[in-house]
T-cell receptor, first 112, second 114 residues
Framework: RKEVEQDPGPFNVPEGATVAFNCTYS??????FFWYRQDCRKEPKLLMS???SGNEDGRFTAQLNRASQYISLLIRDSKLSDSATYLC?????????????FGTGTRLLVSP | SAVISQKPSRDICQRGTSLTIQCQVD?????MFWYRQQPGQSLTLIAT?????????ESGFVIDKFPISRPNLTFSTLTVSNMSPEDSSIYLC???????????FGEGSWLTVV
């Protein structure tokens, strides 16, 4: 079983649609969680951290369910510029060192 | 945040040769990380590099193949040794920003081995 699992997609949605991505992780000792965005042939960039209480940043909402080891990302009112691969990332900090474990990513295509 | 510069941005190399990738950060950071992203795959951590100590390698990666230097708090190098086509990948340098629990990435070095 992969440490971080995501549906690879692609998710094809029209502009203005709402789309949700899910992610599960296997290590219950994982300490922090993130969504990164990676554009084609570019480096990953931090989109948002994910907290148990849920957090929102504009059109983006992230949720964490520790009991189910499940993370989600909701994008409302999709824009063409949202087309990218969204990486679910889990931080398995161990003896003071960060260790980020990346999912394989979910590809989103927003069309006019 | 941190500004991270990697060199080279891309290269085509002959098999059997070695390539050293440089990573420069605009501020002092304790922890630097090297990742690999093979075509169509996600990122895999190669090693963690702290200044003044030997790098810590992840399972499947060894120092002879991927020697790392970390001479100061703003700079690191990763060498890909005795390259084969299987080493064709993006190599990414990243740093942990001291002020927060966040990791930032350089633009990556795109390596093709022929």
């Amino acid at each position: 079983r992969k440490e971080v699992e995501q549906d690879p997609g692609p998710f094809n949605v029209p502009e203005g649609a709402t789309v949700a991505f899910n992610c599960t992780y296997s290590n219950s000792a994982s300490q922090s969680f993130f969504w990164y965005r990676q554009d084609c042939r570019k480096e990953p960039k931090l989109l948002m951290s994910v907290y148990s209480s849920g957090n929102e940043d504009g059109r983006f909402t992230a949720q964490l369910n520790r009991a189910s080891q499940y993370i989600s990302l909701l994008i409302r009112d999709s824009k063409l510029s949202d087309s990218a691969t969204y990486l679910c990332v889990v931080n398995q900090r161990n003896t003071g060192f960060q260790k980020l474990v990346f999912g394989t990513g979910t590809r989103l295509l927003v069309s006019p | 945040s941190a500004v991270i510069s990697q060199k080279p941005s891309r290269d085509i190399c002959q098999r059997g040769t070695s390539l050293t990738i440089q990573c420069q950060v605009d501020s002092q950071v304790t922890m630097m990380f090297w990742y690999r992203q093979q075509p169509g795959q996600s990122l895999t951590l190669i090693a963690t590099a702290n200044q003044g100590s030997e790098a810590t390698y992840e399972s499947g990666f060894v120092i002879d193949k991927f020697p790392i230097s970390r001479p100061n708090l703003t700079f690191s190098t990763l060498t890909v040794s005795n390259m084969s086509p299987e080493d064709s990948s993006i190599y990414l340098c990243s740093v942990e920003v001291p002020s927060g629990n966040t990791i930032y990435f350089g633009e990556g070095s795109w390596l093709t081995v022929v």
